[in-house]
């Protein structure tokens, strides 16, 4: 099994600010199969990036995604309220198919 | 734009089967790839496997045992059937579009709790 460790497992920041979460996979992950999600209290998970680097259709620009092999980066270049949330990014092609990170919660600081 | 909907009780006995149907609106279910997904607290989000509209399915080892996915194209729907549940199943399930790679869109989800 593909193991995603997400780093911190909590980040304070204030609106404005720079977010940097990170991603590290157990075994190399291809590129294209690294994406991003963001979920709030008591809803479904977005789906945010794709290919490590892609944003989804609608996703605002602040947000970009990096990183290849064992390491991603999802940045958030300048904190909205709204971005406040916990973000999980997710693997596929190992067995099983689908992995997911633990999770790293973004809250106000 | 397609959307995703979860049905099925919300509370299931220990040893008994756990049956939940998610209805797609907005598109067709045919030429796409079905995926259900779960998140609890202590294992937190866990694919449980995908089905294609065609039938065939791909299953998370670690609960091959116990899941069966189902598809029926003719209502737009499909269906996970989860047997022999103990409160470690106990967690919200969530529909989704399986893109290959990734997943988009999810339902909104729904709790199910495993307890007498």
């Known amino acids: 099994e593909i193991m995603l460790t997400q780093s911190p497992g909590t980040l304070s920041l204030s609106p404005g600010e720079r977010a940097t979460l990170s991603c590290r996979a157990s075994?190399?992950?291809?590129?294209?199969?690294l994406a991003w999600y963001q979920q709030k209290p008591g809803q479904a998970p977005r789906f945010l990036i794709y290919?490590?680097?892609n944003r989804a259709t609608g996703i605002p620009d602040r947000f970009s995604g990096s990183g290849s092999g064992t390491d991603f980066t999802l940045t958030i270049s300048r904190l909205e309220p709204e971005d406040f949330a916990v973000y999980y990014c997710?693997?596929?092609?190992?067995?099983?198919?689908?992995?997911f990170g633990q999770g790293t919660k973004l809250e106000i600081k | 734009q397609v959307q995703l909907q979860e049905s099925g009780p919300g509370l299931v006995k220990p040893s008994e089967t756990l049956s939940l149907t998610c209805s797609v609106s907005?598109?067709?279910?045919?030429?796409?790839?079905w995926s259900w997904i779960r998140q609890s607290p202590g294992k937190g989000l866990e694919w449980i496997g995908y089905?294609?509209?065609?039938?065939?399915?791909t299953y998370n080892p670690s609960l091959k045992s116990r899941v069966t996915i189902s598809v029926e194209t003719f209502k737009n729907q499909f269906s996970l059937k989860l047997t022999s549940v103990t409160a470690a199943d106990t967690a919200v399930y969530y529909c989704?579009?399986?893109?290959?790679?990734?997943?988009?869109?999810w339902g909104q989800g729904t709790l199910v709790t495993v307890s007498s």
């Open positions: 989704v579009k399986d893109d290959g790679y990734w997943l988009d869109p």
């Open positions: 907005g598109g067709s279910i045919t030429n796409a790839y």
């Open positions: 089905i294609y509209y065609s039938g065939s399915t």
């Open positions: 075994q190399r992950v291809t590129s294209n199969s």
């Open positions: 290919g490590a680097s």
């Open positions: 997710q693997q596929y092609g190992g067995s099983p198919l689908y992995t």
